[in-house]
């Protein structure tokens, strides 16, 4: 994950909900503002757009411990007038071991004591980008 995790501006970085996985798994649903040396960073257009923002989503597997996912669910609403997420949790520290993942946002802090994570990068914005994972 650390080749994920690098080229991530996380305090410009936003939480935008999360989901029960099954099997004692959870799905953080990111929003990521890449930075150049990203091996999926884009260019993109400056007077249009602040950086390039990629959605992920964040696994952790084997969840012993958590805190900061209540309610046990919520989806990211993405608002077709605007083109993007609303109710987002911008990120303002994170730490991420082989043992826990720890967002400080400014709404909450969730902290996560698991066997294993995982962060996947799953492309741009949009209505219906995480599907795949809230069946």
Known sequence: MLDEIEHVAFEESYVLGWASAG????????????TNGHSQFRTFDEENEYGCYR?????????????????????????DVLK?????????????DSREVRL???L???AVECMS??????GESGQG???????
């Open 129 to 135: 980008a995480f599907s795949k994972w809230l069946t």
């Open 108 to 110: 909450r802090t969730i």
């Open 23 to 34: 099997g004692g798994s959870i799905n953080i649903f990111l929003q990521l503002l890449l």
């Open 55 to 79: 959605l992920a989503v964040l696994t952790v597997d084997d969840v012993l411990n958590q805190s900061g996912l209540e309610p046990c669910e919520v989806i990211p609403v993405w608002d």
């Open 104 to 106: 400080s946002c400014d």
């Open 117 to 122: 994570s995982s962060l996947e990068i799953v």
């Open 84 to 96: 993007e997420y609303k109710d987002v949790d911008e990120i303002n520290a994170v730490r991420m």
